[in-house]
């Protein structure tokens, strides 16, 4: 295996075209141009491994038992199959880092600074403002015990949300020992983590807030963020994801104060993405159960998937596209989608470039695989299952299986026109089967009219295509 060497901030900006989406507004930006406070510069990398606009999900109903009568946290955490969402976090940090093993991929995902391992603090943004609807303990419990497997001390682990109370009971405390290593540290709000402290914003809000004061310092080496799927009000984008959990790092106080300013503002800061490496390097937001409404309330949609990238604004932003609109019912309004627009932008990509990512399917993982029949065509094998509608309002479903060599794999649908009508992005790993399931619709969630679909499956060396036909 290649050895990796992690690159200073003014290396990432000698990368100016990132991936398949990297199409920046200007790659010539200094950063002698911008101001101190601002911790991002155009044309940098969050990790000179991974790609920024790389966003790899999950979709696995098998990650609960059941949904629970009562959506309190424990009962939620009750319902949550503990080794099959983190075994699945396990394959997501494979596709996302593109690493055979989750060892490596974990490593490679969490960047450590030239210090003492002893020395190294960690701090996990959750959102707690509304216990019905918190990151569940799995998910937090495994980033917890990957920062531990690559040599952090658990008492140097910090939980916090300074909008609210993530100790206490019904919350986190009670699950250190159990899902939560123990001397992880569960912070009253952020006074583990030193209170607040004034520091400055950047553009496009220059101004002076209250920040959680160890990470306005730069006390923090590595900030994980993980949020739940949940709306808010429409100034923000309507949702209250990866962007919107930092209003409990920075004072929440200015939502009335130019929200969208401050919301962009906050995550360039150097207290957030500051630092060599920088602080921010992972984004989660859990799926499993979800809400449409928010930011206060009781999931009523249960996505059942999780989202995992390192770079906020690309992950909220096919987050809203490509689950809270066609699979959660819940497409951005007018107003939302003005403000959605300006995620890439602030960030110098354009927002062509957002439109044209997909999320990547990782596969979840599976107790047992069974043999699967298949014909075989250069590097590719595929077998394609069509499961007929039986009744009037049940929308026709195709799952495509194949084996390819390891690394992503394209699936393209064509209607029977030749029109384009999704695409789909789907990782294979070092077992090199693969599969997806197309739940009959196209890019914006609607289910499509019976007739001849071509469907092209494209990887590294071969493409094939085959004809199925819906009724």
Avoid at 2 to 14: D, M, N, P, Q
Avoid at 67 to 74: A, E, H, M, Q, V
Avoid at 170 to 190: A, C, F, H, W
Avoid at 315 to 326: A, E, F, H, T
Wanted: charged share 20%; glycine share 8%.
């Amino acid at each position: 295996m290649k050895k990796k060497v992690l690159k200073g901030r003014r290396e990432f900006i000698k990368s100016t075209v990132i991936g398949t989406a990297g199409t920046l507004l200007s790659s010539a930006t200094a950063y002698s141009a911008k101001k101190a406070s601002s911790g991002w510069q155009d044309g940098m990398q969050i990790n000179p491994n991974i790609d920024n606009l790389r966003v790899v999900c999950c979709h696995d109903p098998d990650m609960v038992s059941s949904n629970p009568l009562l959506f309190s946290f424990k009962n939620q955490n009750d319902s949550v199959r503990k080794e099959k969402v983190q075994a699945n976090l396990d394959e997501m940090a494979k596709a996302l880092a593109q690493e055979q093993d989750a060892a490596t991929a974990w490593k490679t995902i969490f960047q450590l600074p030239n210090k003492p391992l002893n020395t190294v603090r960690a701090a996990i943004k959750v959102n707690c403002i509304e216990t019905n609807q918190m990151p569940r303990i799995a998910i937090v419990g495994k980033v917890c015990k990957e920062l531990v497997h690559i040599g952090l001390s658990p008492e140097n682990i910090t939980i916090y949300d300074g909008d609210d109370d993530a100790s206490g009971n019904g919350k986190y405390t009670s699950y250190i020992g159990r899902d939560l290593p123990g001397k992880v540290r569960v912070s009253s709000k952020n006074s583990l983590l030193g209170g607040m402290t004034e520091t400055r914003t950047p553009d496009p809000d220059v101004g002076s807030y209250s920040c959680t004061n160890d990470i306005a310092l730069g006390k923090i080496d590595i900030l994980i963020n993980c949020a739940v799927n949940k709306g808010h009000d429409d100034s923000r984008g309507g949702i209250s994801h990866t962007m919107k959990n930092h209003f409990g790092t920075f004072t929440p106080r200015p939502h009335g104060h130019g929200d969208l300013n401050y919301l962009l503002a906050i995550n360039k800061s150097d207290a957030i993405i500051g630092g060599n490496p920088p602080r921010q390097q992972l984004c989660i937001i859990d799926s499993i159960w979800a809400m449409t409404s928010g930011p206060r309330g009781t999931p009523n949609k249960a996505p059942h998937r999780l989202t995992m990238g390192t770079f906020a604004p690309a992950i909220d932003y096919l987050n809203v596209y490509k689950i809270r609109g066609p699979i959660m019912g819940r497409s951005p309004s007018s107003r939302a989608q003005s403000v959605l627009e300006k995620f890439p932008t602030t960030f110098g990509y354009t927002k062509t470039a957002f439109d044209q990512l997909e999320l990547i399917d990782v596969p979840p993982v599976r107790k047992t695989t069974n043999h699967i029949p298949a014909t075989t065509r250069g590097n590719f094998q595929y077998l394609l299952e069509l499961q007929v509608p039986k009744g009037r309002f049940q929308p026709a479903r195709a799952q495509f299986r194949f084996t390819a060599n390891p690394g992503e794999v394209k699936i393209k649908i064509f209607n029977p026109q030749g029109k384009l009508i999704t695409t789909k992005m789907v990782y294979v790993a070092n077992s090199n089967a693969g599969s997806i399931l197309w739940e009959g619709v196209d890019s914006a969630g609607n289910h499509v009219s019976g007739g001849t679909y071509t469907v092209v499956v494209s990887g590294k060396h071969e493409t094939v295509s085959q004809l199925i036909s819906l009724f």
